[in-house]
């Protein structure tokens, strides 16, 4: 079946350090690949998203690459901030399926100062 | 800000008792979604319209049933709740259903089953 994995969280980094948040998915066909990010007590927004192999998407210093040959959209940033703290969701979406999404367990990053 | 509230924010009931969540949307968006939030799962998809009056299951639909007789209203429904429906509610929506489009999600309602 259709599923998405992440690395387990939580993840805890200086301010200023790379942060790398690992995301595999497993799909038939060509799915689009989705980033949404959950700030504490709010609901989810959309991070950055990618529609086909080799499609960067890329928002707010973020970045992830669709890689088909290693089914991964792995989340990256060069330098994260406080600011960033939040739990990241890895999300694939198929087509012709009503754009259900179907998402990863999420991680958990705490950026300290 | 896209135009999606929630109601309650929080609820607290008792095993065997219904419960109706919904969700309210201003964007005039022809998708709604509900999603359940739990953790060490992410969200899992409950239930989801395309229009008024027209709905289809999620992955994890048991126990739950949905209605959606206006554009901007879309009704989540616990028959007889349970303590496994303990849980974060999140409704979204979308204009298209298709799989390159952005969701919307709401704040989120937080339900407990006692």
């Known amino acids: 079946g259709n599923s998405v994995t992440q690395m387990e969280g939580p993840v805890t980094l200086s301010e200023e350090a790379f942060l790398t948040i690992n995301c595999t998915y497993t799909a038939t066909g060509y799915p689009s690949l989705f980033w949404y990010v959950q700030y504490p007590g709010e609901g989810l927004q959309l991070l950055l998203k990618?529609?086909?192999?080799?499609d960067k998407g890329s928002n707010k210093g973020f970045e992830a690459t669709y890689r088909k040959e290693t089914t991964s959209f792995h989340l990256e940033k060069g330098s994260v901030q406080v600011s960033d703290s939040a739990v990241y969701f890895c999300a694939l979406s198929r087509y012709n399926q009503g754009g259900k999404l179907i998402f990863g367990q999420g991680t958990e990053l705490s950026v300290k100062p | 800000d896209a135009g999606i509230t929630q109601s309650p924010r929080h609820k607290v009931t008792e095993t065997g008792t219904p419960v109706t969540l919904r969700c309210h949307q201003t964007?005039?968006?022809?998708?709604m979604y509900w999603y359940r939030q739990d953790p060490g799962h992410g969200l899992r998809l409950i239930h989801y319209?395309?229009?008024?009056?027209?709905?289809d299951k999620g992955e994890v639909s048991d126990g739950y049933s949905v209605s959606r007789s206006k554009t901007e209203d879309f009704l989540l429904t616990l028959e007889s709740a349970t303590s496994s429906q303990t849980s974060v509610y999140f409704c979204?929506?979308?204009?298209?259903?298709?799989?390159?489009?952005?969701?919307?999600f709401g704040p989120g309602t937080r339900l407990t089953v006692l």
């Open positions: 319209s395309y229009g008024v009056k027209d709905t």
């Open positions: 964007e005039n968006h022809r998708y």
């Open positions: 979204a929506i979308s204009d298209e259903g298709g799989s390159y489009n952005e969701q919307f």
């Open positions: 990618a529609t086909k192999a080799d």
